[in-house]
């Protein structure tokens, strides 16, 4: 079937100091920032793989060569796995499935806004925030298409082609927002759950500095589920996390950074003003 990427797909000119640069937390998780967004790749060079989301607005070419490059250019991912459609996560997914021609999965929440039903709400410059806050009505909204070519996660956590791999609900950021935790070195890849790095702030996304926050504010439509969310993957005790936004963490930093957000979530994390406050 013909995809679509969203009508109000555009290129937003904005990077940060680790963009086009990757980084492995474990022998078989790698992750490469695109811009200022992160997308993962679980697998070993020479073995089957998988990807985590689809980066920033037409840079699809960017994601293929950096799976490439780590991968070989013979060696599709076996699948894709979304873990929210907002612009920044599925922006060179077109260009991935037509490359690749493999499944893409997202949780049912999700499938209005990638089957070309719904648009998210209009990202909210007007909240509590620095300049990327104030800048986020330019931001891509509008639903992308990819009918018959993405299907539900499987309702009992399991995930297709790993049986290392869970999904866990997270909403809160968006309704249908997923992260993948591997139990057996409680890794976590936390989309937008919660950053490590302030992301509404130009500096902090440019020098990528490292600090546990709340969901991008700007595109954040449920706060009371957002706090929740937060709780649960604290109880999880990530020893790695790796999240959409931010390079990422390990240790003392990140385990009383999380422990800090989910205790002062309403102070640290929700806006004092905004549409969705």
């Known amino acids: 079937m013909e995809m679509e990427q969203s009508k109000d797909n555009r290129v937003i000119p904005m990077t940060s100091f680790s963009s086009g640069h990757g980084e492995a937390v474990a022998d078989d998780v790698y992750y490469f920032t695109n811009q200022i967004v992160n997308v993962v790749m679980l697998g070993s060079p020479g073995e089957d793989w998988i990807l985590i989301d689809c980066g920033m607005p037409k840079c699809g070419e960017e994601i293929i060569a950096a799976a490439e490059k780590r991968f070989g250019k013979d060696n599709p991912p076996k699948a894709i796995f979304l873990s929210h459609g907002h612009f920044d996560h599925v922006g060179g997914i077109v260009a991935l499935i037509n490359k690749w021609n493999v499944p893409v999965y997202a949780h049912p929440l999700e499938m209005p806004f990638i089957t070309g039903k719904e648009e998210y709400p209009e990202p909210d410059s007007s909240v509590e925030g620095g300049l990327l806050a104030k800048l986020s009505s330019i931001y891509p909204h509008e639903p992308i298409d990819i ?22 609900h997270a909403p809160g950021h968006s309704p249908g927002q997923v992260v993948f935790f591997r139990e057996i070195d409680r890794i976590l890849i936390a989309a937008d759950a919660f950053i490590t790095v302030k992301q509404d702030s130009f500096y902090k996304v440019l020098i990528q500095k490292r600090e546990v926050h709340g969901p991008p504010r700007y595109l954040t439509t449920d706060w009371q589920a957002a706090w929740d969310t937060v709780k649960k993957l604290r109880d999880l005790r990530p020893s790695i996390v790796v999240s959409g936004h931010g390079q990422y963490m390990k240790g003392a930093a990140l385990r009383l950074g999380l422990k800090k957000l989910a205790e002062n979530f309403g102070t640290l994390a929700i806006p004092s003003h905004g549409r969705f406050v």
């Not at 297709?160 to 869970?166: A, F, L, M």
């Open 147 to 168: 009918s018959g070519h993405v299907y539900n996660y499987p309702e009992d956590g399991s995930l297709p082609e790993t049986k290392k791999w869970r999904w866990i």
